[in-house]
């Protein structure tokens, strides 16, 4: 079964230092991913998405993520931290031969001045 | 254009009652989604409608949820006999036609108060 496991539900990064944030997936096939953006009392917004293209995925706001099939990772960057950054960050993949999302658990991104 | 909108953005309620929760997808998109997220946690599907039908209902967790699409447009939610574990936010999502690979847009919740 599709699952996604987020490591770390809280990291704290400088103004301008590189953010990381972990995402591995459990998938028997070449999963569809995608990294989701949540600001405080608002809804969720896409940052970006791979669905079997290039491996290299960049989306809005400077960040970008990669799908390492060895790894089983889609790991979420951003080489300068912004304070307007700091949000929760939720990795999700599409269950297979459905339509929905399963939804990591989140990592709370605080932004250091 | 206007994105996805719920009404109410709060509700608090008493054990025991019947709510409705209303999502205004965006206009033309085709499927509509419905998700619930609990404190700490990321969002739980509980049911996916393609037009005026649910497509899949497999995540409502009992038979007091129940989800409607009239008229392939604005989807209410109820919850009849609410029980404190019903407290949580509820997410609308939709996109342009449901295919996997589709950005789901979504909505920025009702939260949900079972007192």
């Known amino acids: 079964a599709q699952s996604v496991t987020q490591l770390g539900s809280h990291v704290s990064v400088s103004e301008g230092a590189l953010v990381l944030l972990r995402c591995n997936y459990s998938s028997s096939v070449p999963p569809y991913l995608f990294w989701y953006v949540q600001y405080p009392n608002q809804g969720l917004q896409l940052l970006l998405k791979y669905t079997s293209a290039a491996t290299l995925v960049k989306g809005i706001n400077g960040f970008e993520a990669e799908f390492k099939k060895s790894e089983t990772s889609f790991h979420l960057t951003k080489p300068s931290a912004h304070m307007s950054d700091a949000a929760e960050y939720f990795c999700?993949?599409?269950?297979?031969?459905?339509?929905?999302?399963?939804f990591g658990t989140g990592t709370r991104l605080k932004v250091l001045a | 254009g206007a994105g996805v909108s719920q009404t109410p953005s709060n509700k608090v309620t008493e054990k025991g009652k019947y709510v409705e929760l209303r999502c205004d997808p965006i206009s033309g998109h085709t499927a509509l989604y419905w998700y619930r997220q609990s404190l700490g946690q990321g969002p739980e599907f509980l049911i996916y409608?393609?037009?005026?039908?649910?497509?899949?209902d497999s995540g409502l967790p009992n038979d007091r949820f129940f989800a409607v699409r009239p008229e392939g447009s604005v989807s209410t939610l109820k919850i009849q006999r609410t029980e404190r574990g019903d407290s949580a936010v509820y997410l609308c999502a939709s996109s342009v036609s449901g295919t996997r690979e589709e950005t789901q847009y979504f909505g920025p919740g009702t939260r949900l108060l079972v007192l």
């Open positions: 999700a993949v599409i269950k297979r031969g459905t339509y929905k999302y399963i």
């Open positions: 409608f393609q037009g005026t039908g649910a497509a899949d």
